[in-house]
């Protein structure tokens, strides 16, 4: 860190969290990290499937190819996921920690500091004063915790929790490519396999910027040309090597 883990885990915990554990904004990007991870599974799997479909028109290759894609990429997400978090909660529990020392050792200089916290945050000298002193008494230790740095002590993020977010929301992504392009005839399934992800893109597209205040268009936009030019590469490539078209 560039800084002190003490201002930096707290710019983050304020930018992302909107205020601590368990609000609205932490909740929102849960929501948009699974919209995100299902946005994977479909442009991932879709490439493949389209890509095996440009060699051969084999059902049970292609099917067989996108099983296996959808569950190394499942695997792989919530793998680098759970690494991810655990780092981030081994800091985070490290950084309790630390609070919990100090409120031991230094129980009237940790409540300046949460006096100053709270008058960096537009509280007057004397109301911060009186406030830090009153959440002292209740629980300081998630007084402090929560206010310097937006954690909450019984609440610490879940490397297994996100582990598993992120692998169902890749698989749900996943599916819909597998499903559209093993059901479909033949003489429509790379078609209608394109069609049914591009919608779906537009749909994460569109529902990311919103829980992100983005422009909708333009985010709807970026992962469409994004599928569209996956499924092109991987069917052009599949139809130089492969056998017969689909």
């Known amino acids: ?13 304020g930018a992302h969290n909107g205020g601590g554990p368990g609000s609205i904004g932490n909740r929102l990007n849960w929501l948009r990290a699974g919209v995100l991870g299902a946005n994977d599974g479909i442009v991932s799997v879709a490439g493949i499937v389209i890509g095996v479909a ?15 894609g959808l569950v190394a990429g ?51 000298e004397e109301t911060a004063q009186n406030a830090a002193r009153e959440l002292s008494r209740r629980n300081p230790l998630r007084a402090h915790a929560v206010v310097e740095y937006g954690l909450d002590p ?14 169902l929301a890749f698989t749900c992504g996943a599916l819909l490519p597998l499903l559209a392009i093993t059901l479909l005839p033949q003489g429509i399934r790379v078609i209608g396999c394109a069609v049914a992800v591009i919608a779906a893109l537009a749909l994460t597209g569109f529902t990311s910027a919103k829980l992100g205040g983005a ?20 069917y052009l490539i599949g139809s130089a090597f492969g056998v017969a078209t689909a």
Not at 54 to 68: C, P
Request: glycine share 8%.
């Open 1 to 13: 860190m560039a800084q002190s883990g003490h201002d930096e885990h707290e710019h983050e915990n």
């Open 54 to 68: 440009g060699a051969t028109a084999d059902r049970t290759t292609i099917l067989v190819s996108g099983v296996a």
């Open 74 to 124: 499942a695997f792989s997400m919530a793998g680098g996921e759970y690494t991810s978090v655990s780092t981030q909660r081994d800091t985070e529990a490290s950084l309790v920690e630390a609070e919990k020392r100090e409120l031991e050792e230094r129980p009237e200089a940790a409540e300046a500091e949460l006096a100053t916290s709270l008058q960096d945050r537009g509280l007057s």
């Open 154 to 167: 019984d609440e610490l993020t879940n490397p297994w929790q996100a582990a598993l977010s992120s692998f």
């Open 215 to 234: 422009p909708r268009g333009k985010a709807m936009l970026r992962v469409m040309a994004v599928g569209a030019a996956t499924m092109a590469a991987t």
